[in-house]
């Protein structure tokens, strides 16, 4: 049974930093491509960043780039989301997801992952 765990999350001030977690099990995890989404009250699941199986390829969504920073280390089973000069606007539960696909390197599409965590909520203060 496959188990997506995230932590990290919590409260911090506009300007801060937080490092949200996602450690996995049930899985070849290196089999699997892995990504971050976000959801805020009154609105839908988006995009976030997504890293390929290697670790070599990431992507990011535009409201993210250049502050937000995906990695992970197959060795821990985990993923990793670095979250800087964080924005009023980046308050939201982060969830972490795994997928399966092949047809891309970097997967960013919702549709295509195949497994979820629980989420943790990020709430940025001013």
């Known amino acids: 049974q496959v188990h997506l765990v995230e932590s990290g999350g919590g409260l911090v001030q506009a300007g801060g930093s937080l490092r949200l977690s996602c450690a996995a099990s049930?899985?070849?995890?290196?089999?699997?491509?892995m990504g971050w989404f976000r959801q805020a009250p009154g609105k839908e699941r988006e995009f976030v960043a997504a890293?390929?199986?290697?670790?070599?390829?990431?992507s990011y969504a535009d409201s993210v780039k250049g502050r937000f920073t995906i990695s992970r280390d197959n060795a821990k089973n985990t993923v990793y989301l670095q979250m800087n000069s964080l924005k009023l606007e980046d308050t939201a539960v982060y969830y972490c997801?795994?997928?399966?696909?092949?047809?891309?390197?970097?997967?960013?599409?919702?549709?295509?992952?195949?497994?979820w965590g629980q989420g943790t909520q990020v709430t940025v203060s001013s």
């Open positions: 049930g899985l070849i995890f290196s089999s699997y491509g």
């Open positions: 890293i390929s199986r290697s670790g070599g390829r990431t």
């Open positions: 997801a795994a997928t399966v696909s092949r047809q891309r390197i970097v997967v960013v599409t919702i549709g295509e992952y195949d497994y």
